[in-house]
Structure formats: structure tokens, C-alpha cells
């Protein structure tokens, strides 16, 4: 045998599934296809810019993140808690506070906050903020928009802000993904504020990656994996691979083909990267447009920020950095450069003539699709000693990587390991 587990895929699932099967005493070999770790969480390096590959933002409220990864050493640069909403001439400021949503005389009198929105709002989220167990699977769900509906929130408040912020979440416009998970992602915003990690967020897999024992094998892509009478082969492009069990920790849209199990759907968006001389504002907050007719977006971007006034690291002194984001469930996802900045300058109010793109991310898998009910934690043996683990196996999101990759190291953990070696009193990762 070359290794107790060979692990396909380095992304947060692999590597914390390696990881845990390494902390309980036993040997793996990562075989990563692409050049580097991190999988959707990588970050490209350009003209001292940092642009991660789809704009993304590291919850440290996670559970997982708070129990595996090393926060503090990540640097995080925080957002603001708020976002802002550009409705024709007017760019309002809310600031998300349960207390006093948006109290300012401004915002008032913008007719985004309406008592009876605030209050169905707090229905809608409250149960899942004192107890995350009442948005799991085991509780009712049904689609987000019906869940809202039932509460009456249903006004600008919900048509201005909330579907535009959720569907940039969840790359889904239509709001028929799970409400018990968008109310836990809520909920992960209410205790704390995301941010990015001074160095991209691919320092986040690179700081798991650094902990291994053994180095990742990148450029090495597994081909075919199969059992044998007493345990896996896995043939790669650099050379067959024998060990006692495989862990499958690839992407949706890689699983079939590796394992024949079906492919789950998923929901895709890009990202649009700009420097420009100078911010068009200096608040460090995710901005929205909900200038068309019906509200939501009046163009292809649901959602920008000015990315280095949250996080100055992410572009060189003397200059600024702005995503912006489309959908691709949207006839305009692919929206050419020139319907961007279009969209930009009524968003900002400013030119953006003197803004040059550094890089567009086309992300046609970027999140699995979450639809009710919600079922985190599937099933991840699929056979005697081949597992699969990944955010479709849990939720579409980091929180969910790392507990499905972990989760996966458990199990196996509790197959091979001699007890003596278990490594069962780790933190909890759970909601
Ligand atoms: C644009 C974007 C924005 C997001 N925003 C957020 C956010 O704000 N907050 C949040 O929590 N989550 C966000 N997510 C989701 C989060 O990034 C993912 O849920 C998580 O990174 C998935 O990790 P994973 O390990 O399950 O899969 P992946 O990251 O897809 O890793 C799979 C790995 O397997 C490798 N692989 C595939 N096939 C093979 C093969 N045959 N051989 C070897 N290797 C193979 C791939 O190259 C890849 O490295 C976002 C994702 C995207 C794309």
C-alpha cells in the first residue's frame, strides 16, 4: 500500500479531511488536478491586485472556520455591517443592526424600512438566531421567496434589498432555494461581520495545506478509482496510487464522472474585477441597485463593492479595487464589459472611464444548488472504501466544506484507526 487514504481533490473538503485522518495517525496522499490548492477558493495575483477567484467573504462566525481554521493569523479585514442601495437618484445606507434597523432620518424617509418588513424580518429570523437547530433538516422548509411571503415581508425592503442580497449569496434569483438555509447563512451575517484575509482568501487553503505532513500532489488529476479485494486503486496521470480507502472530495460537476454517483445541480456567477485611480466612495460596504421598475437590479450587477476600502491589501497603495458580480440563472449574466460599466456608472454615480479590467471570473459551478427541503450531512460512503465528501454534500459554502470533508475523515477514521489513535475530542464544528 502507498497510503491508508488517498484523498481526490484539494480543496476545504480534501484538506480537512486529510487533515483529520492525519491527526488520527494515519498516512494520505492528496492528489489535486489543477496547480495549486483551494479549489473555488483561490486568488489571483495581478499588477499587485489581489482578485480572488469570484468575490467571496470568510465568515469567522462559522462554526468549522471557528474550530479548524486559524483566524487570527488570516489578518481579516472586516466590512461594514450594512449594505448600500442605489434607487434611482438616491444611494441610501442601511446599516444592519436588529436593534435599530436603519434608524437614520435618511433611510426613513427612503421608504426602504417599514415597520410591519422589521417585524416580519425578526419572525422569519429569529427562531434560527437563538436556535440554529430550528432551520436544520429536520424542521419544515419551503422556498425562500414562499417563506418570506408568509411572514408579509413583501414591500421595498424585501424587493430593494433582501432577494437582491440573498440571490448574490446563493447565485439563484429566483428565490426557490431552502429558507431554513438562507436563514442560517443570516444568521452566520448577524454574529459576525465577514472579511477578507490580508493576503486573498487563498491564504485560507493555504494556511490548512501548510499543516500537513505530506505535500499536496498538484498537476496529479485521478482518472479512475476502483476497489480491490483489499482496498482502492487509483490510477492519476503521473501513476497508480494503492491504499486502503479513497476519499472523493472533488467539485458537483466533477463527481459523476469519478464515481458515478449523479451529479448534483449547481448555480454559476461571474466576477468582474476593476482597478481604478481613485474609490468612487469610501464606505467599505457591499453596494445593490434596485432602480428597476419592479426593484432589484436595473442591469446585469447584483451586487459591487470598493473591495479595498474593506481590505486595503487587496490593491497597491494609491489605487482601488471593485468587483462586480452577475448571475448566470440571468438572461444578462454574461453581460459584455461595455453593459457593465454602464451599470457601474448609475450604481456609483461616477465615470468609470479611467477603471481598467484586471480579470473576469466566469464561475458556471460556483455554489451547488440548495433547494428545500434542506439535507446537509448526505450520505457520504458510497461504498465499502470509497467516500465522497464536498459542500454538496453538506451546504454550499465553506462552513459546509470543511464540515463534510471533516465528517468524511471521522468515519474513515472510525474504520481504520486503532482506537488508541483517534483524535475524537476535536472542537465542534456544528451550528
Ligand atoms: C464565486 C464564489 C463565491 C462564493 N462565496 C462564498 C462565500 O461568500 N461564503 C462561503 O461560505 N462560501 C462561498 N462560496 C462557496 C465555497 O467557496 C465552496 O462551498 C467551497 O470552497 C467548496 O469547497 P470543496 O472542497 O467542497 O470543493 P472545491 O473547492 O470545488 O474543491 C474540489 C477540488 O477537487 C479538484 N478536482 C476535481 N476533479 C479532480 C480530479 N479528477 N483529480 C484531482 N483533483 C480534482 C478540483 O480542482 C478542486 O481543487 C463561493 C464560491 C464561489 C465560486
Redesign the pocket.
Known sequence: MDADVVV???????LQCARRLQRNGLTVQI????DG?????RTDRIDGFLCD???????PA?PAVRAFIDVASLDLQTFGAGVMVRKGQRLTTLRASLSRPGGESSVLSSGLIKPKEIRGLLRWLGPTLLRPSSASRATRDSTLADSLDAVGVTGALRRDVIDTFLAG?LADSSGASSANYARLLMRSFVRAI?GLPSKGMAALPEQMAASLGAPVRVN????DLRETDNGVEVDTDRGRIRARVAVT???AE?LEE?TGEKTPPTRG?T?WWFQAPEPPLEDPLLVLDASAPQGGPNGPVWHTAVVSNAAPSYAPAGSALIEATTLLDRPDGLADEREIRQHLERIYGASTRRWQVLIN?R?PH??PVSTPPLIDRSVQRISERIFVC???RDT??????LV??DRAGQGIAGILAPASRRSDNEPSAKR
Do not use: M
Open positions: 481526490v481533490g484539494a480543496g476545504l473538503a480534501g492528489c489535486e488536478s489543477r490548492v483551494g479549489g473555488r477558493v477567484r469570484g468575490f467571496q467573504l470568510l465568515n462559522y449569496v465577514p496529479t488529476a485521478v482518472r472530495a472533488v467539485g466533477d469519478l456567477l466576477t471570473h464561475l460556483a455554489l464536498g459542500d454538496h454550499g459554502s465553506i462552513q459546509g466544506a463534510s470533508g
